[in-house]
């Protein structure tokens, strides 16, 4: 099964990709991160990402998304532009018809060390040690994607239930 994690931003969307064998085993693929420029026009900017996100599904055709949810920031524009690009990427998601899932921080936390209130430092670490990584991946926006492709991992019903209606 190929899942991947998706970590919502505007001005950079990290990727993460993984491999779940049928016995559990998990790979990670790769991880990378879509940027876009700013000081474009929001409605250019969320074109690009669905653009490139569109195409990036159609290559590398995965079984399962995992979209983390937003919490709520202090900077109310920031906020709102990053759900915006949630919003796109969401759409663009299910446009390709591939099913998701969409934990909480304090779900991925949890989910992935046990601890609801586990740090960045914890995340990396047991990100390094579930898919015998040599280091932590970089940069963060990617790691942070590929933590959430191994909650996909760790907690996807079976991919026949996965499957998307038609």
């Not at 990100?127 to 760790?154: K, R």
Request: hydrophobic share 45%.
């Amino acid at each position: 099964m190929r899942i991947l994690g998706i970590d919502p931003g505007l001005a950079t969307i990290g990727l993460g990709i993984i491999d779940r064998s049928e016995n559990g085993d998990m790979t990670a693929v790769d991880w990378l991160t879509i940027k876009t420029k700013a000081g474009l026009p929001i409605a250019e900017r969320l074109c690009e990402i669905a653009e490139d996100l569109k195409g990036f599904l159609r290559t590398i055709k995965p079984d399962l998304a995992v979209i983390e949810r937003l919490f709520f920031a202090t900077n109310e524009k920031t906020a709102l532009d990053v759900a915006h690009a949630r919003g796109v990427i969401v759409h663009t998601v299910a446009s390709a018809r591939v099913p998701m899932l969409e934990p909480t921080p304090l779900q991925l936390k949890l989910g992935i060390t046990g601890d609801g209130g586990a740090d960045k430092v914890q995340m990396q670490t047991m990100l390094v040690h579930l898919l015998s990584l040599s280091e932590i991946p970089t940069p963060d926006d990617a790691a942070d994607a590929l933590a959430l492709a191994v909650y996909g991992a760790l907690h996807a019903p079976h991919p026949a239930v996965l499957a998307p209606q038609s």
